[in-house]
């Protein structure tokens, strides 16, 4: 056997096994460039997801906030002459404010957890406009104006939307890269 017919039998297998080194690795990089990509999109529903509970959370504790600031607002009007039934209800409404602002608490650790401190400011300042309102208006308290109620009320509001605005930037961004 001479030398070119050893080259021509070995240049084919050659040639054969490049081609499938080639196309093994190929493959192999396909197929991990497409599980990052599925891993990054699960991690990115995950934070999406983690971003709607935080929002419910936060939905919860305005709602609830909301019936707590009528029943106050209303037992000041009212004074003395305002129903036990009625401060009953303000009872019941106030436990349960009580009881979401741990679910608020938990919110605010979540959002600490997706590296989110902004978020987590905004919503830790909402609570607090939230605890200040419920300092300054209670049952009972007739030298405060429904004046200085709104402007407590507009402070919450504004800090709520500061927030809500914030979230939604994020969640927009999620959704773009989904």
Known sequence: MDLDTLIQLTDTPLKMGLGAIIAGLSAWLILRRSAQIQQSS??????????????????TVTHIFAKYSSLVVE????????????????????????????KLAEAEAKLLMLGEKNLERSLRLYGAKIAVYRKQVYVGRQDITPEQITALKSAIIQVREQFYDMLSRKYDRLLANA
């Open 42 to 59: 699960q991690r990115d529903n995950r934070r999406l997801q983690i971003l709607e509970e935080v929002s419910s959370q936060v939905g």
């Open 75 to 102: 037992s000041i009007q009212f004074g003395e002459r305002w129903p036990q039934a009625r401060r009953q209800e303000l009872d019941l409404v106030n436990n349960e404010l009580v009881a979401e602002f741990k």
